[in-house]
């Protein structure tokens, strides 16, 4: 089994500022994202490509200006792509996310309204773009009602189908029943987006991958609408426990939180409810009454704090001695 990660801070994380985030915000983030190699990454306002225009979402930033930052992380292997609310499509929006370049456009609509976005799906396949889907609110459904609508839109073109509990409101045995059923029903790849309402995200994310999602939405530090998501850092640490996920560089990605994102989100008031080296504990094993003796060798020898955490855990994770920490970052370093 593998699973991929589709980060969705730039979408539904704009929620936490307003419409959708600014220019820098967008610029950091995408940089962050595509170097640590994050597969699939969902940028723009927070309603989609078009809900500036049709929606009044004029408190972000413009199309045009989204499209324009994502140009600059089009070489670095990372799928860039946009969300678009099925209830708000104009033609025009395929034809200029065709034009900037990017490499997919995620149609979205409530389950049960899966008919109206059928226009949409197939001029995106025309256009010679990827087709991804939301299944928005999808427990207004059973799951195989849900199933039945994938099917419908699979056969219109769909390149993968995503289980949205937008309201974070199911729990593990909902989701495991939804994916497998919808796994059983499709062929293309199925995603599960999780939110964080009843403190499931996590569960319902592992639930999702050991019935076979093939790919989990999250988003940085948990943003998102209302209680957030899955923080993607968090779902990176949790599938290594699963040996998943390993292509992803974990500590330049939570480097880049801790040194880069979190001092630019506060003064939006927004801060991180799991700092990253109380995520690499949770990883790693390692009791936060040693991190002193860690710190002091990272410093010294240069080598990455969290890295020297994991490694040293996996051979003593309880009482590693500063010799032992030490030899370790040795070894670090002589790769």
């Known amino acids: 089994m593998s699973v991929k990660l589709m980060d969705c801070t730039l979408r539904d994380g704009g929620n936490v500022v307003g419409k959708g985030f600014n220019a820098e915000i967008t610029d950091l983030v995408l ?70 370049g990017l490499a997919f456009l995620r149609v979205g609509a409530d389950a049960g309204d899966g008919a109206i976005s059928i226009p949409a799906i197939k001029d995106i396949k025309a256009s010679g773009l990827k087709a991804f889907y939301s299944e928005m609110k999808a427990y207004v459904l059973n799951a195989d009602e849900l199933a039945e609508e994938a099917k419908m839109l699979e056969d219109a073109g769909l390149d993968m189908i995503t289980i949205m509990d937008s309201a974070g409101t199911m729990v593990p045995e909902q989701v495991a029943e939804y994916t497998r059923k919808m796994k059983a029903a499709v062929k293309i790849p199925v995603a599960f987006h999780c939110h964080n309402n009843l403190y ?5 994310a592992i639930a999702a991958y ?93 080598v990455n704090l969290f890295q020297l955490i994991v490694e040293a855990s996996a051979v003593n994770r309880k009482a590693p001695s500063e010799e032992l920490i030490r030899d370790v970052a040795k070894t670090i370093l002589e790769r």
Not at 200 to 204: G, I, Q, Y
Request: charged letters at 20%.
């Open 210 to 302: 050991e019935n076979g999602a093939d790919i989990l939405d999250c988003g940085l530090m948990g943003m998102a609408r209302s209680a957030g998501n899955l923080a993607t850092e968090a779902c990176v640490a949790l599938m290594r426990r699963y040996g998943e996920m390993q292509d992803i560089d974990l500590y330049g990605l939570l480097t880049f939180v801790e040194q880069r994102l979190m001092p630019a989100m506060e003064p939006f008031g927004y801060h991180n409810p799991v700092a990253p080296i109380d995520l690499i504990f949770g990883l790693s094993g390692c009791h936060s009454s040693f991190l002193k003796r860690y710190q002091t060798v990272a410093a010294e020898t240069g």
């Open 31 to 100: 940089d962050g994202l595509t170097s640590a190699g994050v597969p699939i990454v969902e940028l723009g306002n927070a309603g989609g490509i078009g809900a500036y225009e049709v929606a009044g979402f004029t408190k972000a930033e413009t199309d045009e200006t989204y499209l324009k930052i994502a140009q600059k992380y089009m070489g670095r292997g990372t799928e860039l792509g946009m969300f678009l609310n099925a209830k708000r499509y104009l033609k025009k929006s395929v034809d200029a996310a065709k034009d900037a």
């Open 200 to 204: 499931l995200s996590a569960a319902n």
